[in-house]
């Protein structure tokens, strides 16, 4: 997520505002100050998203927010900077080497997955039209519950990080995450920058440029910082120019608008906020006692395994850039942060960022991570964080947010091993199911979407929402005297009635702009399980591992099975779970995925039994190898580390069956990174390797 930090320091050179001193060992150093502004200014952005989406998406009052989950998410963090500050601060002194601090902050994908994915849906779930509290008590009760389980899967995953990360294609862990920043980070944030081009634009290309074209900012400040910076004058400015000249199109959102009045009372309304298990408590064991949370373990566990194994590659990576730490123990307090934080109120885990060498660039040491916790801790605990919230409209920072989704997807594809970019691509359609569920459920009003739309609705709004619904016209007939409407008014049938429609026997064939509504759905339920599913089971077919692929197909058969993924029952707009346990609403219409959890066996059994028959586990009978001719040249290739590479690379003459233009030092390179697993490539790539956190 901090892949901005590092591009900045680490491939233009720069040294910042400190130039290129570095502190003393454990001492403090003018590169404090620059880590300080990349590292705040990413998590203050995370504090605005949190705060706009909880009160707008969540109903969430924003004093609750503001009193409960900031404060809470707050400590989280202080909680970590702190540790990884004394780690970088004991190190330095013990070795007598500048050490740089691990980056530490608020885990972006989770905050998105957890809201769109965990507490939207209980929201309206609970929510019947009037009970507004209670509905957004138990989203925000269903939150926590996943704060502690990715805490604790974090925590109990610090033990067999390696095994994981070494037992699951880097493009089945990738794709999932790539498909969340896609459509859920990347796509909300720029529709607003669009919405408002005066304001949203002018900020992107400055962070495009920052990051991209590695430009030099004014006084060496970051691009993030610059951009956010520029977004909130532009705001301030063309608030004023609109309400001189009265164009309103200068501000198309109103969100955007921005007024002193709110400024001062946001400011009025500060004080001292510390988190308060005892108001938080009683929902947890009440939301934890219903078992609900079950339904939700195909958000919390992918999400869980992403942060660890993020966060473990990122420690590989501080390693490479000379800072060696601990692995359990860095991972081990990585989870006690979350855990920490849902106990207290939050909804959203905490992680190591990327982007350490960066920061170790600059010349900051464990000196920038104190500064941060003491700055968050200003922030969250005493309600300031509402006053940034009013002179800095979120258009302003959704470049940086833009900027993450981006970087995110793209090294999805770049991490992962070349021949594993069709896989990833596969891992993508699952979360591009999930929105346009969440897109075509909004006109059907509360109980499914984010847009609540009047229970009766003009035939021309319908009309353009672009939706194939079933229209029932409501004509009433005026009474004497009065004036016949202007317009019928008619009713949108609810998506269970859609789904029964008696003209349209075959329920495939109901769709909403020409896709299946029923295909949608049972491809979005258990989307994050899905997309590591079908990546991991392509990864393994491009390598042949055909046992290993077949592996994948049993593990989707039983959770198809559990009701884990692609099973749904509907009752009204609300979707539901089929989990063993978990009850249903007596009028839902159930809709179990046995048909695939059958489809799921053959496939397993068609990839692992002619291997096991076959005896010498060579590969799939089926289908003949493909393998590059001995000396057809196999420069460029990658192989993932999942599978032996094909026999031309590891011949004696490997020198020349490689490529005629290696040197025979080159060959006995490539020989022994083929023999360990690694991927085939060149040395200039090898550094310029660029891996992902979160």
């Not at 590695?214 to 520029?230: C, D, E, K, N, T």
């Not at 833009?402 to 995110?408: D, N, Q």
């Not at 009433?476 to 026997?505: C, F, M, N, Y």
């Not at 005896?615 to 799939?620: K, R």
Request: proline share 7%.
């Amino acid at each position: 997520m901090m892949m901005m930090m590092m591009t900045t320091a680490s491939r233009t050179g720069s040294t910042g505002l400190a130039g290129s001193r570095l502190p003393v060992p454990g001492g403090i150093g003018g590169g404090d100050i620059d880590g300080l502004f990349g590292l705040l200014v990413d998590n203050l952005i995370q504090l605005l998203v949190i705060l706009a989406l909880l009160k707008t998406l969540v109903h969430m009052p924003g004093d609750q927010v503001l009193h409960h989950v900031i404060p809470a998410v707050g400590v989280s963090v202080i909680f970590g900077n702190l540790f990884y500050a004394v780690q970088a601060w004991w190190g330095a002194r013990r070795e007598g080497v500048h050490k740089t601090a691990l980056p530490y902050g608020i885990n972006t994908p989770s905050v998105f997955a957890y809201i769109l994915f965990i507490m939207l849906p209980v929201y309206y779930l609970k929510f019947d039209g009037s009970n507004t509290d209670e509905a957004w008590q138990a989203a925000y009760a269903a939150g926590m519950i996943a704060c502690i389980g990715s805490g604790l899967i974090e925590f109990f995953g610090s033990f067999v990080a390696q095994w994981i990360r070494a037992s699951t294609p880097r493009a089945a862990l990738l794709a999932a995450l790539a498909g969340i920043a896609l459509t859920f980070i990347s796509m909300d944030f720029v529709v607003r920058l669009f919405a408002d081009p005066l304001i949203g634009l002018v900020p992107l290309v400055i962070l495009l440029a920052g990051y991209f074209g590695r430009a030099r900012m004014p006084f060496g400040l970051p691009a993030g910082l610059v951009a956010v910076i520029v977004g909130a004058a532009l705001a301030w400015a063309l608030t004023a120019l609109r309400h001189v000249t009265g164009v309103t199109w200068l501000v198309n959102d109103a969100a955007n608008l921005r007024e002193v009045a709110a400024v001062t009372e946001s400011v009025g309304k500060g004080g001292w906020f510390l988190p308060d298990p005892r108001y938080v408590w009683p929902m947890i064991v009440d939301a934890f006692v219903s078992r609900e949370w079950l339904t939700y373990l195909g958000v919390i566990i992918p999400m869980g395994l992403f942060n660890l194994v993020g966060s473990l590659q990122n420690l590989e990576s501080a390693e490479a850039a000379g800072d060696k730490y601990a692995t359990a123990p860095s991972l081990m307090v990585n989870g006690i942060g979350s855990i920490l934080g849902g106990f207290l109120g939050s909804c959203f885990p905490t992680t190591i960022y990327i982007g350490h060498p960066g920061w170790k660039g600059m010349g900051a040491g464990w000196a920038y991570s104190l500064m941060n916790a003491l700055a968050i801790g200003l922030l969250c605990l005493t309600g300031l964080t509402a006053a940034v919230e009013a002179v800095i409209p979120i258009t302003a920072g959704a470049a940086i947010l833009l900027w993450i989704g981006v970087i995110i997807t793209a090294q999805s594809f770049t991490a992962s091993p070349k021949p594993h970019a069709g896989a990833v691509a596969v891992g993508l359609f699952p979360a591009l199911a999930a929105l346009m569920v969440m897109v075509g459920q909004a006109p059907y009003g509360p109980g499914s979407g984010a847009i609540e739309m009047a229970p009766t609705t003009p035939i021309t709004e319908v009309a353009q929402q672009g939706l194939e619904v079933d229209i029932e016209p409501d004509i009433e007939t005026p009474a004497a005297g009065q004036a016949a409407p202007a317009e019928p008014t008619h009713r949108i049938s609810t998506i269970q009635e859609q789904l029964k429609r008696p003209d349209v026997p075959d329920r495939n064939t109901r769709t909403w702009l020409g896709f299946s509504i029923h295909g949608l759905f049972r491809l979005e339920r258990g989307m994050l399980l899905l997309s590591m599913i079908w990546a991991a089971m392509t990864a393994f077919l491009v390598d042949r591992r055909w046992v290993a692929a077949g592996a994948w197909s049993l593990v989707a058969c039983a959770l198809s099975l559990l009701g884990v993924i692609h099973g749904y029952a509907i009752e009204g707009n609300a979707l539901h779970y089929l989990i063993p346990g978990l009850d249903v609403p007596a009028g839902a219409d159930r809709y179990p995925a046995w048909d695939f959890a059958i489809a799921y066996f053959i496939i397993g059994l068609i990839l692992i039994l002619p291997t096991m028959l076959k005896g010498d586990g060579s590969g799939m009978p089926l289908l003949p190898p493909q393998i590059p001719p001995k000396g057809s040249g196999t420069k460029g290739l990658r192989w993932s580390g999942e599978s032996p590479p094909p026999k031309s690379v590891m011949d004696d003459d490997a020198s020349t069956s490689v490529s005629p233009l290696h040197s025979e030092d080159q060959a006995a390179r490539l020989r022994k990174q083929a023999l360990d697993g690694e991927d085939l490539e060149d040395e200039g790539e090898q550094e310029d390797r660029v891996r992902l956190d979160d």
